[in-house]
């Protein structure tokens, strides 16, 4: 090879290969990160278990309901009118020609979509960049960002299908908007529009994305640049226009004349007006004038009661600066959405999400804009304003991580970028290296060791979520309603219904699909009426024709996400329905007691209580433990020493792997100082303690076990296994 071929090599060719590169591994590792990371068995529960039912009787060849009693019962969930049907569509397909399961088919879809926004994420990169040695860089970083693919882990939702044309499309606005002599913009502005037509047609929140997408095109065009805005504007409001025409929910939320649509829709009209009146000149006041009145009119009469909740929140989130007021400081419509998922982050979530790389992306944020104060407005303020806006997105609505994820990828090379030193550049690269790495082994949370976990919490003053799920009984009481309880409509926090529906084929009465304006109204009455008399929650269950009510009980216990506190801003008060079904079900006239896990009790509407005894010991049901509301520090000490329970019989159950007996025997005895009534460790104990030949201790902890749960044959098994042989069984 001569000189100037290997040169030509060198500065054309191995940059865009290795860019080419870049893409395909990073899509390959993202398919099979999510695809490691997630269970393959059913685990679709909340809003995905409702999604997937459709995309199954898809697959499966089944009609999908225009309404579905069996969703929202009785009057009925409006399917055609609020699910978008473009995903499950897509995902019939594949299952039609792959074949096999149909929870694969939808995780298939779900992780190569995820895989597919890697390489979408590549024309975004070189919009911003300009150039394909650092957008390389920046597409290997985004592909490994959790924060990137943290909801598709354990989800079927619609942002996964969405977000590859969310990212072409800000690709195609970035282009339009920052070249100089953007070549063939109609092609690209074609681009934007088809992009955000399927992004559209996917997920309802796109109109969201585009809302900030909108704003930096008028923002460019008010800045002097209307023709620029004009095609990025047009292309985004083409698309939005189409998907509203060819969706019946778009169109019944009000996208064809939202404020995304407003926003899209400004530029071009005003700079078409500007030329017809033969003012170009005077564009950028034509445009001022066309979007505050285009918005006054989305804001005044194209308001979608479906989004009262999301506009809600964000207003509420504003106001408190994004911290919780206390439910009695909201509105209705704010407190049944500002749940778990839609807390504001929290130091401790944004580490694991994005780890040591939300540092370096902050820092190239603070270096991007002290280079860009030093000259004109050029292509880097797009990127320079696009990252703190899509922040401000997931400080008021954290569930959207996925948002903010590009800008730290293309902030995280910055210092590489901007390094003009051999030295400085192999230095920038060294630790953008050793950050994703860092990065990747925080993500990897099934590995994740309990003191990195407990460090993490520490510095950064948090306080995990209380697991209310320590025992293994939600598919167990699952499967009793499936089997034996007569047919009959459930009723259950939103939260918890989906899984009734579709597990045990049960009609619910509520869901969390709070898109629908008649199921944010039913959850607040049905949280209202637990709160009230037993006759007044028995009078709505036959209103409701419900045959059973699942009681969960952080419902009353707790203040967290999904409890009658925050959904009320009270206590339930004593005498209430939810109060005597957590501490005095004997005294229940409306309602008997069926079945009672660690947290739940399943009541059958219409009949007295009938003397009913739970098989095992749960301690949140105890009223010498909790015999009225606990406080907060009370219910967090019972759950501090749940946590280190489960620390120790993770600790136990490793060592048990590897035959140290004594170890295990160790960690699990430490386990049940912690929490006396584990179960699960008394058995483990148990079979260490047969393992080692020490009879007496096997039968002392076994018997244990028994009596916590007498119910579990296992204990009786290793019993009788002891009993009939002394030797130790490996």
Known sequence: MTTSLRNIWRSRALPWAALALAALAGAAWRYTAVDHLFPRSYSYFTESCIRFRYAEMRMLGREVPATDADAQWPEGFPVE???????????????????????????????????????AFVPLALAVLRKPWPAAGATVLYAGL????????????????????????????????TSPEARRRWLVAAGAAVATLWAGSCWHMSQFYVAILGLFVVAYGLAGRPERAAWAGGGLWLGLAAAAVLNEPLWVKGAFWNVSAALAFAPPAAYLLARAVKRPAAARWFLAGAAALLVALALAFGRSEGYGHVYALIWAKLVHLGRYPGPAALSPEARIFWAAGYNSPTKAIIFFEYGATALLAACGLGAWWFALARRRLKGGAFAAVAAPAFLLLYFLMMRLSIFLAPWVAIFGVYALLAARRRGWRVAAAAGIVLAWGFHLYLANVKNRPPWLNGAVYKITSYEPERPWYYGNERNELLMWVAAFAPPGAVLAEPGQSPPFLYLSAHPIALNPMFEVPEARRKALAYAEGALGTEEEFYELCREWRVRYVVHFAPQVLSRDAGSFYRATGREPPAGSAAHLMQFEPQKLRRFRLLVETYNVRLYEVGAAYDGFAAPAYHPLFDPGRFGGVP????????????????????LGCTAQAYEDFPAAAAAFSTALRHHPDFEDAELRLGMCHIALGQAEEAREALERAAATRPGDPRAAEYLGLLEGRRGAPR
Do not use: C, K, Q
Request: avoid cysteine.
């Open 631 to 650: 406080t907060e520090e009370r219910l967090d000490g019972f759950y501090a020493d749940l946590r280190r329970a489960t620390y120790f019989y993770g």
């Open 81 to 119: 009118r609020m699910i978008l049907s473009a995903p499950d569509r897509l995902t019939a397909a594949f299952y039609h020609v792959h074949g096999g399961d149909a929870f694969a088919a939808s995780r298939a879809m779900v992780i190569l979509f995820s895989a597919a926004a890697v390489a």
């Open 146 to 177: 959790f924060g990137a693919y943290s909801r598709t882990w354990g989800n079927y939702l619609r942002e996964d299908f969405a977000m590859p044309g969310l990212l072409a499309a800000t690709a195609a606005v970035a282009y339009l908007l």
